[in-house]
Nanobody, 111 residues
Framework: VQLQASGGGLVQPGGSLKLSCAAS????????LSWARQAPGKALQWISS????????RYAESVRGRFTISRDNAKQTLFLQMNSLKSEDTAVYYC?????RGQGTQVTVSS
């Protein structure tokens, strides 16, 4: 299983970013996938999940209404659209499949 997140960066509060996760090594359209994040000094936090066909999504309360998870099964790619970013969203973001976690991407929200 390989999961490579990208798209992070430095953004001002209120700004937007779209993360991508390129996946390989498994049958992509058979698995639900998730995004999680880890802020400095804190535990890994689940933030969103999507079903294998994209029809069902779930969000942590802290991001509901601001973040949108989606997937392109043809391209084996998972996405996370992040709007109205806050300083507390600063973290390394990971895409996950069950217990597997790939290389993350840093998101920093700061003025």
């Amino acid at each position: 299983v390989q999961l490579q997140a990208s798209g992070g960066g430095l953004v001002q509060p209120g700004g937007s970013l779209k993360l991508s996760c390129a996946a390989s090594g498994f049958i992509f359209n058979k698995y639900g996938l998730s995004w999680a994040r880890q802020a400095p000094g804190k535990a890994l936090q689940w933030i969103s999940s999507i079903s294998s066909d994209g029809s069902v999504t779930r969000y942590a309360e802290s991001v509901r209404g601001r973040f949108t998870i989606s997937r392109d099964n043809a391209k084996q790619t998972l996405f996370l659209q992040m709007n109205s970013l806050k300083s507390e969203d600063t973290a390394v973001y990971y895409c996950t499949k069950e217990s597997s976690r790939g290389q993350g991407t840093q998101v920093t929200v700061s003025s």
